[in-house]
Antibody, heavy 118, light 110 residues
Framework: QVYLQESGPGLVKPSETLFLTCNVS?????????WGWIRQSPGRGLEWLGT???????YYRPSLKSRVTMLRDTSKNHFSLRLSSVTAADTGTYYC???????????WGRGTLVTVSS | QSALNQPASVSGSPGQSITISCTGS?????????VSWYQQHPGKAPKFIIY???NRPSGVSNRFSGSKSGNTVSLTISGLRAEDEAVYYC??????????FGGGTKVTVL
């Protein structure tokens, strides 16, 4: 069984940087598949943020490209999301997902709620 | 504001069939067969139930089926059950912003 588990702070101050990690168990992130982040909020619905491939290539949502970075650590079998200069609009539940190729998402973590507030 | 338009709600009685539409455009649904559907129960993560318009992942009930006509894709749930009550989202690859989601359709089992 493959499991994805998000971790990171639940509260981030405006203008600061959000950093989340997704630990993957049961599958090597360098083997195959892509790995991504999706967030959900009442105002924006489900929103794909970015994806990192098994080879380390990255793909970002164009509107967030200046603020988002995705990294992967194959030795720890996890990947991470870095979102800078956050505002209240970045509040939401963040899910890490397994991605078949920047097109569909067959496995999801349980999600982690991030609130941006001072 | 979603690029893919879904009805806010659809309802049906147990045993009936319902269809949820998802309308896009020539840059997403109309251009690619990379459309997927997700089911989300309250407080849970979305679950992957259809990919590439018509295909079901292993373990997903054959009561769920997908189709496409032009810029519109549809999800049909046949033999509606109480456990099908959830919010359903479509998603499509796009030539502009990569994957996009619809706004979601709440299915109510009467």
């Amino acid at each position: 069984q493959v499991y994805l588990q998000e971790s990171g702070p639940g509260l981030v101050k405006p203008s600061e940087t959000l950093f989340l990690t997704c630990n993957v168990s049961g599958y090597s992130i360098s083997s195959r598949y892509y790995w991504g982040w999706i967030r959900q909020s009442p105002g924006r619905g489900l929103e794909w943020l970015g994806t990192v491939s098994h080879g380390g290539n990255t793909y970002y949502r164009p509107s967030l490209k200046s603020r988002v970075t995705m990294l992967r650590d194959t030795s720890k079998n996890h990947f991470s999301l870095r979102l800078s200069s956050v505002t209240a609009a970045d509040t939401g539940t963040y899910y890490c997902v397994r991605d078949s190729g920047v097109r569909d998402f067959d496995l999801w973590g349980r999600g982690t709620l991030v609130t941006v507030s001072s | 504001q979603s690029a893919l338009n879904q009805p806010a709600s659809v309802s049906g009685s147990p045993g009936q069939s319902i269809t949820i539409s998802c309308t896009g455009s020539s840059i997403d649904v109309g251009a690619y067969n990379y459309v997927s559907w997700y089911q989300q129960h309250p407080g849970k993560a979305p679950k992957f139930i259809i990919y590439d318009v018509t295909n079901r992942p292993s373990g997903v009930s054959n009561r769920f089926s997908g189709s496409k006509s032009g810029n519109t894709v549809s999800l049909t749930i046949s033999g509606l059950r109480a456990e099908d009550e959830a919010v359903y989202y479509c998603s499509s690859f796009t030539s502009v912003t990569n994957p996009e989601f619809g706004g979601g359709t709440k299915v109510t089992v009467l």
